[in-house]
């Protein structure tokens, strides 16, 4: 059974950073490409970003391109979103994904696993 589980989520003041982290089991994870996307109330689950299965190649999301980083552990099957310059926008709910496709990719409907997610909330 395939598990994802999400933490680090948190509160914090505009311009702080956060640091996520999704933790995988069930998987061949070195075999899956990872990705972050986030859900605000009342919206669309967002692309935020993906990286590949030996970490060599990553894509963000326009709207947090300097300032997130996705990285990954697959010795320790965990995949990393650091957040930086934080902003009132990035709050959300945000999701850890598994693909089984061998290429980056930013599409919700592309991924098999999810997590259950973790709040940010950046006040202003």
């Known amino acids: 059974q395939v598990q994802l589980v999400e933490s680090g989520g948190g509160l914090v003041q505009a311009g702080g950073s956060l640091r996520l982290s999704c933790a995988a089991s069930?998987?061949?994870?070195?075999?899956?490409?990872m990705g972050w996307f986030r859900q605000a109330p009342g919206k669309e689950r967002e692309f935020v970003a993906t990286i590949s299965w030996s970490g060599s190649s990553t894509r963000y999301a326009d709207s947090v391109k300097g300032r997130f980083t996705i990285s990954r552990d697959n010795t320790k099957h965990t995949v990393y979103l650091q957040m930086n310059s934080l902003k009132p926008e990035d709050t959300a709910v945000y999701y850890c994904?598994?693909?089984?496709?061998?290429?980056?990719?930013?599409?919700?409907?592309?991924?098999?696993?999810w997590g259950q997610g973790t709040q940010v909330t950046v006040s202003s």
């Open positions: 994904a598994a693909s089984k496709l061998p290429v980056v990719i930013a599409t919700v409907r592309d991924y098999d696993y």
């Open positions: 069930g998987l061949t994870f070195s075999r899956h490409v």
